[in-house]
């Protein structure tokens, strides 16, 4: 009966959000680099580097529109600071420095006197427009000369949470869409689904121990958290259809190994996984235990790496895609959210609105000592 119920919460939830999605919102609301509007101009397909510094923190940004990533780390390498250049056209290289090393993106050094180092990610990730902007009110957009329409109110915590219980809301029951606990994978000669999914198909990119995963989002809409492992590093994919976010957070908590669950939980329209430890519930964007036995913890991200499934495939040919076994009968050829991606609907309650861009734009957040800075893919044209 208990799982009848689960189920039932998950079509209801799905229901309501395909339904507010109407096609006659495809045409007029298309956001640049989305899943369904991909760029197909030839030459987005350059990569180029911007040099930027926010909060007294020095740092680089590379992206690419056609290739469809965006990473940043610091300039900071060894007490030293850097100089760095683009490389183009040999993907998975980006960069080099001013003494000659060469860097993948994944920020390790491949070539050079520096050959072996590693540059220190920024806490960075890819989400749409207007999540950044409910959850950093006012944020600046790089090279935007766009007024700030927003800088939002002071937002206080209440029974027993660091954010508004009133406006945390409840879009399905817990565990009602289920976490992947013991994922599979496939070599991508052998999978199929790839076909469906297509080179232009968003996917999260991990790198461990020199071992490469990809999980897509065609069956993270359907799970949200994936709970994985490499060697000796137990980590989770969180992946919010509804902000378009991914983030990867080490399972180790206070010396234990944990794994986390959809709560069921919205916050701002974004997802608040619970760690099963202890039942403590955690904010995705606010990256932080906001209820629960660990309140004001932080997590401990890791790099993750949002790109297309072509971009993917040059980085690393031996790389492993996440399998639909999951053990869960779904569509995973269909998104349940439907034209959701591209149009501008938000479908639960946020605190702050700001629409300097499209609220589906996809822009790069950078988060630094609580403040966040938004990079859109056309500074890299």
Not at 71 to 91: H, P, R
Not at 297 to 316: A, P, Y
Not at 353 to 360: E, F, S, T, V, Y
Request: charged letters at 20%; aromatic letters at 12%; one cysteine or more.
């Amino acid at each position: 009966m208990k799982a009848l119920f689960k189920n039932l919460s998950l079509i209801l939830i799905l229901t309501i959000i395909s339904c507010s999605n109407s096609s006659d919102d495809i045409g007029a609301d298309n956001p640049p680099n989305n899943d369904n509007n991909p760029p197909t101009n030839p030459t987005s397909y350059a990569i180029n580097l911007i040099t930027d510094s926010f909060e007294e923190e020095n740092f680089v940004v590379i992206g690419s529109e056609g290739w469809n990533f965006m990473v940043a780390y610091k300039t900071e390498l060894d007490g030293n600071e850097m100089n760095f250049e683009v490389i183009d056209g040999e993907l998975p290289t980006i960069m080099q420095d001013d003494e000659g090393s060469r860097y993948n993106i994944f920020g390790t050094a491949i070539s050079g006197p520096n050959q072996g180092k590693q540059l220190t990610p920024m806490n960075a990730y890819i989400g749409y427009w207007f999540s950044w902007g409910t959850f950093f009110p006012g944020l600046e957009i790089f090279e935007s000369n766009l007024p700030v329409q927003n800088e939002g109110e002071s937002v206080t915590g209440s029974d027993g949470w660091l954010i508004p219980r009133e406006k945390v809301y409840v879009g399905a029951l817990r565990d009602a869409i289920p976490a992947i606990d013991s994922p599979e994978f496939n070599e991508p000669k052998d999978d199929t689904f790839l076909n469906v999914i297509g080179e232009k198909g968003l996917i999260i990119g991990v790198c461990m121990d020199n071992t490469y995963r990809a999980y897509p989002h065609a069956i993270l809409n359907w799970h949200e958290i994936v709970n994985d492992e490499i060697g000796d590093n137990y980590f989770s994919v969180v992946f919010c259809p509804l902000t378009g976010t991914a983030t990867v957070w080490n399972r180790l908590i206070n010396g234990s190994i944990t794994t986390y669950g959809v709560s069921g939980f919205l916050y701002n329209s974004n997802v608040v996984p619970y760690d099963r430890q202890t039942s403590s519930n955690w904010s995705q964007m606010l990256q932080t235990c906001v209820q629960g036995d660990l309140i004001e913890s932080k997590t401990d991200n890791l790099f993750v790496l949002e790109t297309s499934l072509e971009t993917w495939s040059l980085i690393s040919s031996a790389g492993r895609i996440l399998s639909t076994n999951t053990g869960h009968n779904r569509s995973y050829d269909i998104n349940p959210y439907g034209s959701y991606p591209t149009n501008s609907t938000i479908n639960f309650p946020i605190n702050f609105a700001d629409d300097r861009l499209h609220p589906k734009e996809r822009v790069l957040g950078i988060i630094v000592n609580g403040k966040a800075k938004a990079y859109r893919f056309e500074s890299f044209k």
